[in-house]
Nanobody
C-alpha cells in the first residue's frame, strides 16, 4: 500500500517560514519523481516544486527564490522549505510521487498552511 504522509503545516505570520515533510512508503522512493502542489480556496491545484530522480528541480513561478524543495532517498522523504511566506501562499499543500510523467502517481492527504497578514 502506497502512503504519502505530510507534516509540518500550520499558521505563520507573513514573512515567516515553515518546513513541510512528506514521508513516502510502499514504493521504491529513489526511482520516483516527487514534488509538492498546493490548492488555495476557489482555485485549481498548482505546481509548487518538482524533483526528478536525478535531483533536477522545477518550481512554480510564484515561489521561485522563496521555496526550496529537497529529497532524502535514505529517509524516503521529500521536504519543502518555505521562506518569506505571504498570505497568498495559504492553501492545502499536497505531496506527490510518480514513476515518470506518463503515470498518474500517488497523492498525500494534504496539509493546511495558513499565512496571516
Amino acid at each position: 500500500q502506497v502512503q504519502l504522509v505530510e507534516s509540518g503545516g500550520g499558521l505563520v505570520q507573513a514573512g515567516g517560514s515553515l518546513r513541510l515533510s512528506c514521508r513516502v512508503s510502499g514504493i521504491i522512493f529513489r526511482n520516483n519523481e516527487v514534488g509538492w502542489y498546493r490548492q488555495a480556496p476557489g482555485k485549481q491545484r498548482e505546481l509548487v516544486a518538482h524533483i526528478t530522480t536525478g535531483g533536477s528541480k522545477k518550481y512554480g513561478d510564484s515561489v521561485k527564490g522563496r521555496f526550496t524543495a529537497s529529497r532524502d532517498n535514505a529517509k524516503n522523504t521529500v521536504y519543502l522549505q518555505m521562506d518569506s511566506l505571504q498570505p497568498e501562499d495559504t492553501g492545502v499543500y499536497y505531496c506527490h510521487a510518480r514513476y515518470n510523467r506518463f503515470t498518474e502517481g500517488h497523492w498525500g492527504q494534504g496539509i493546511q498552511v495558513n499565512v496571516s497578514s
